[in-house]
């Protein structure tokens, strides 16, 4: 899935729009829940810094997930523990197709649910 259709369906779904924060990453946007709150964090990462092989960089999406899902999920390939977040309760996903579109939007609609303070 690729960021475009993230903003899409975010744009859709909540009616959300990207927040690019940070000169450095001009890239690399937010995205707030009505709240106030980040839900999700959509960045473009070299490679070496996830501990992932190759050069160059790839785009990743952190949300907020459960803390007893976290574990079992980064086992999995292109679940990471959150980039640059709070591992207990971000995940970090790759935006490189080795997640399903499914799954991400499941996790981001889990973000913004957990943000929001229902119980998933």
């Known amino acids: 899935m ?4 993230i ?4 744009k859709k779904q909540y009616g959300t729009l990207p927040e690019y924060l940070w000169k450095t990453s001009p890239e690399s946007a937010i995205l707030r829940h009505k709240n106030g ?3 999700a964090a959509v960045l473009q990462v070299e490679k070496s810094k996830l501990g992932l092989e190759g050069g160059g960089t790839v785009d990743i999406i ?5 803390p007893d899902m976290v574990g079992f999920l ?3 390939y292109g679940f990471l523990p959150g980039y640059h977040m709070n591992k207990k ?3 970090t996903m790759l935006l490189d197709g080795s997640v399903s579109e499914a799954k991400i939007l499941d996790f981001l609609d ?7 303070g229902k119980k998933y």
């Open 2 to 5: 690729k960021r475009e259709e």
């Open 37 to 39: 709150k980040w839900y």
């Open 74 to 76: 980064t086992q999995t």
């Open 89 to 91: 309760y971000w995940i």
């Open 7 to 10: 903003f899409e369906y975010v």
């Open 62 to 66: 952190n949300v907020k997930c459960e």
């Open 110 to 116: 889990m973000s913004y649910d957990l943000i929001d």
